[in-house]
Nanobody, 125 residues
Framework: QVQLVESGGGLVQAGGSQRLSCGAS????????LGWFRQAPGKERTFVAS??????YYADSVKGRFTISRDNTNNTMYLQMNNLKPEDTAIYYCAAFDGACSKTACGDRRLYNRWGQGTQVTVSS
């Protein structure tokens, strides 16, 4: 069983950068698909990015600005966020499930059965 803990959130000015981390426990981390989702106040939780084996997928809203990566040696996933915008303000959650997925499937939060507690990212204008 994989347990997830996010870190790295906080307040940043528009145009700035921030890196989120997601640490995981468990011995089978490398075979998990990992994803980042976010939830703004009053809105649904939406897909941000995922990494399944070595394939990465991104929501259109973050493509070219965000980069997802993983370090299987240290059981950690990262989300590097550049050129942040006020509309990126949300609680960011890391998620995981044991398996692989296609581009469409990886964006479906119902596929993920492991979630972190979330970390707040606030982008000021």
């Amino acid at each position: 069983q994989v347990q997830l803990v996010e870190s790295g959130g906080g307040l940043v000015q528009a145009g700035g950068s921030q890196r989120l981390s997601c640490g995981a426990s468990g011995r089978t981390f490398s075979r998990y698909t990992l994803g980042w989702f976010r939830q703004a106040p009053g809105k649904e939780r939406t897909f941000v990015a995922s990494i399944s084996r070595s394939l990465t997928y991104y929501a259109d809203s973050v493509k070219g600005r965000f980069t997802i990566s993983r370090d299987n040696t240290n059981n950690t996933m990262y989300l590097q966020m550049n050129n942040l915008k006020p509309e990126d303000t949300a609680i960011y959650y890391c998620a995981a499930f044991d398996g692989a997925c296609s581009k469409t499937a990886c964006g479906d939060r119902r596929l993920y059965n492991r979630w972190g507690q979330g970390t707040q990212v606030t982008v000021s204008s």
